[in-house]
């Protein structure tokens, strides 16, 4: 049935429909191409109930604001457009809603546009209650908009826009001409789903202009969206022109900030940022002139630099339009910042950002840090902030600050689940409302679940011998377990992964795995994968090119995955000179990698190979990387081996974490081209430490762009060298932590 929604605004329509208008009840493309090329104002096109393929819809017109011309479905959320298929909205007055897009992408640019072509493009026109899922481009480097908004005065709410794992960003404002710019459009009430980290630029979940029409305004107003999980780069919205209004969005989990980029004379307020302690959740970034920050409202955000609770850059004195322009004229008043990681005054100074804040504000804000690490970061000169009214509750500081005062302000959490100092008005007020989550999109759509999908099926028993394993793979579905008796399994067939697959043994028995195939494993779109106490052998795999236990398919992987291992023993990979144990190939992503209590030994290649994207464009192919408690003997290449190269600071990742661990006689081939028992080359967080080396070749880190945290500590080594560290855009003495270890030799530089 219609929403309640939808039948209010069908009702306005009804009531302003004269006797002659005309209204189309279609059921095939043919239908609709012959209805909508005779469109007046009041005429309505109705899509019959079922899936259209390959419909790329182009309705133009011009109604008028009492009769308006509407495309809309059959009953709301029926009417399913799949293959390549998109909606282009020309000419004025137009409504469309109750679409659903799945099961396909765009052969365009866009999904939805409001511009019909060049010349034509929407004005005062509206999509309401429509819904993107999943629509994405094979290619996950092959960029597109899921929205493209264009022309003036246009709404866009009460959508569904949720999964796009493709380059590009989800709904971008256009200004590039005269007749987009200065636009008047509403975006409002509408779900913008979880979005993967795309592991490169281009994942902003929401952007208004370009660099280059940064010094247009845009007059967009954004308001009472829900951004849920959007992790897909840095900037979560890119506001990159001027006098746009940000107020009342609710920011759940997501990773990266709100950044005004480029342009002046943006408001950002009554905006809610609830991190609940994710990694590299952060709030608002500011830069360039006359911003003004007010009742906002962010608490157990963890990002730091640029993703911090709140972020005030140096820019570039005469900055071009593409890099950043000084803070001038800033207003940051009555914002609370609660259980957060940092606040940054003058973030990103160096040799090019040299210019510090000037002329700004900063009063009347509630300011609560964690109990680890500085709270509030000073990078530069802040004499050109005038500080006021400031309370600090919790957490360090550089240095004091005239107008930030510590107090031991008591918070409780009110009936609208914010907190606030008992006995003081500073920071946000008590009358805020955070925008909920079933109050935005469509209420006949179901929103995304939280957590993983492992675990969630059936569990399966499988019996020792040939192929069984092969045939209960077959059978399985997405989140089933398979549950092996002790024995031996012998696999016959590269066992392809698209959905979430958990294959697990006994504890204290051994379900012992071969295969007769260049590789057991092979992760397709939809695909993960969770192994545990179990123990696979190469013995009797044959020699061939790219062998390895775990691949992904030579085709684009649009989808994010995760590998996770525990107590798993692997043996016996050295049927050649680069046999891996687990090998991510181009247009591939995992979220995480994990590696716990397991044991490696007689491997020819890498025990992860993560360095297929050399382009150097910003793309790498894990996000995590986490390996604690594992041993590894006679691996004769790069034991871990992770590339992330180019000078793009739009990701936080990739991050490596190596804990508790053992290597003997590892990176030593003659065959290892690296010269190293691990390479991480750009990654951007680092951990080594607590393991012990023996026979191994040296550690190399390579740092790129941005400030990369790497941490080598307390390890012990017996014949190996140091860590080779080296600098590649920054100038002077590498920037890795060494406490604690013992190597032979000193670092080199």
Not at 454 to 471: I, Y
Request: proline share 3%; charged share 20%; glycine share 10%.
């Amino acid at each position: 049935m219609w929403t309640r929604r939808c039948l209010a605004i069908l009702a306005i329509w009804l009531l302003a429909v004269p006797a002659h208008a005309e209204q189309y009840f279609v059921k095939n493309i043919d239908e609709y191409n012959q209805a909508a090329k005779k469109l007046v104002a009041g005429d309505v096109i109705i899509l019959a109930n079922g899936r259209w393929h390959d419909f790329e819809i182009k309705i133009s017109g011009k109604g008028t604001k009492t009769k308006p011309i509407t495309l809309i479905s059959e009953d709301p959320g029926k009417v399913v457009l799949t293959g390549q298929s998109n909606l282009r909205i020309g000419g004025e007055y137009i409504l469309v809603t109750g679409l659903v897009f799945l099961n396909g992408y765009s052969p365009t640019g866009e999904v939805i546009s409001f511009r019909r072509s060049k010349d034509d493009l929407a004005r005062n026109s509206r999509v309401t209650e429509v819904v993107i899922d999943g629509f994405s481009k094979p290619d996950r480097y092959d960029s597109d908009y899921w929205v493209g908004m264009y022309g003036k005065n246009n709404r866009f709410d009460h959508n569904h826009l949720v999964g796009k794992t493709n380059k590009g960003v989800t709904l971008a404002v256009r200004l590039d001409s005269k007749g987009s710019q200065e636009n008047g459009h509403r975006i409002d009430h509408n779900y913008f789903g979880p979005r993967p980290v795309l592991g490169s630029n281009g994942g902003e979940t929401l952007r208004i202009g370009t660099s280059k029409y940064s010094m247009f305004d845009s007059h967009t107003l954004v308001e009472n969206n829900y951004f849920d999980r959007c992790d897909g780069e840095v900037e979560i919205i890119s506001s990159k022109s001027g006098r746009n209004i940000y107020r009342g969005n609710m920011f759940f989990e997501s990773s990266g900030t709100l950044t005004l980029r480029h342009g002046d004379g943006n408001l950002v307020e009554n905006n809610v940022f609830m991190g609940n302690g994710k990694d590299h959740t952060g709030g608002i970034r500011v830069i360039n002139r006359d911003q003004t920050i007010r009742n906002n409202y962010l608490e157990g955000l963890r990002g730091t630099g640029f993703a911090s609770a709140l972020t005030v850059m140096n820019g570039v004195p005469n900055s071009p339009v593409n890099r950043y322009v000084q803070v001038d004229n800033a207003v940051i008043e009555n914002n609370s910042v609660v259980d957060s990681s940092r606040i940054t005054f003058a973030a990103g100074a160096d040799a090019e950002r040299s210019a510090a804040p000037v002329n700004s504000r900063f009063r009347n804000n509630l300011l609560g840090g964690t109990a680890s690490g500085p709270f509030l970061k000073i990078q530069d000169d802040i004499s050109g902030i005038a500080f006021s009214g400031n309370m600090l509750v919790s957490g360090k500081i550089d240095k004091p600050v005239a107008g930030i005062a510590e107090g031991q302000l008591v918070l409780a959490r009110a009936e609208n689940g914010l907190l606030y100092p008992e006995g003081s008005a500073v920071g946000v007020s008590r009358d805020l409302v955070p925008v909920m989550r079933d109050q935005v999109g469509v209420s006949w759509y179901p929103k995304p679940l939280t957590g993983d999908r492992f675990g969630t099926g059936r569990a399966m028993s499988v019996q020792p011998g040939e192929d069984t394993l092969t045939e209960a793979f077959a059978a399985t579905s997405d989140g089933d377990r398979l549950i092996l008796s002790t024995g031996d399994y012998l696999v016959n067939k590269v066992l392809s992964l698209d959905k979430a697959i958990s294959i697990e043994g006994a504890k204290d028995a051994v379900a012992k795995i071969s295969f007769a195939r260049p590789s057991l494993f092979e992760m397709k779109q939809g695909g993960s994968l969770r192994l545990s106490n179990l123990v696979i052998d190469g013995e009797l795999a044959p020699d061939s090119v790219g062998n390895a236990v775990i691949r992904t398919t030579i085709y684009p992987i649009q989808s994010n995955f995760l590998i996770e291992l525990d107590s798993v023993s692997v043996a016996n990979l050295d049927v050649n000179k680069s046999f891996h144990f687990i090998a991510l190939g181009k247009s591939s992503f995992a979220d995480r990698v994990s590696i716990k209590n397991s044991k490696f030994i007689n491997i020819s290649g890498s025990v992860l190979q993560a360095a297929s994207e050399t382009e150097d464009y910003g793309q790498y192919n894990v996000e995590y990387a986490e390996i604690s408690g594992s041993s590894f003997k006679d691996i004769g290449g790069a034991v871990f081996n992770i590339y992330r190269g180019g000078r793009d600071e739009s990701t936080f990742g990739p991050h490596f974490s190596l804990t508790g661990s053992s290597f003997m006689n590892v990176g030593r081939d003659g065959n290892n081209v690296t010269g190293s028992s691990m390479v991480l080359h750009g990654v951007q967080h680092s951990d080594i430490s607590n393991n012990v080396f023996s026979d191994a070749a040296p550690i190399k880190i390579v740092h790129t762009v941005g400030r990369p945290q790497s941490r080598i500590s307390d390890n012990m080594s017996k014949n190996m060298a140091a860590p080779i560290l080296e600098e590649l855009d920054y100038q002077g003495k590498h920037r890795a932590v060494l406490v604690g270890n013992q190597f032979e030799g000193a670092a080199k530089p």
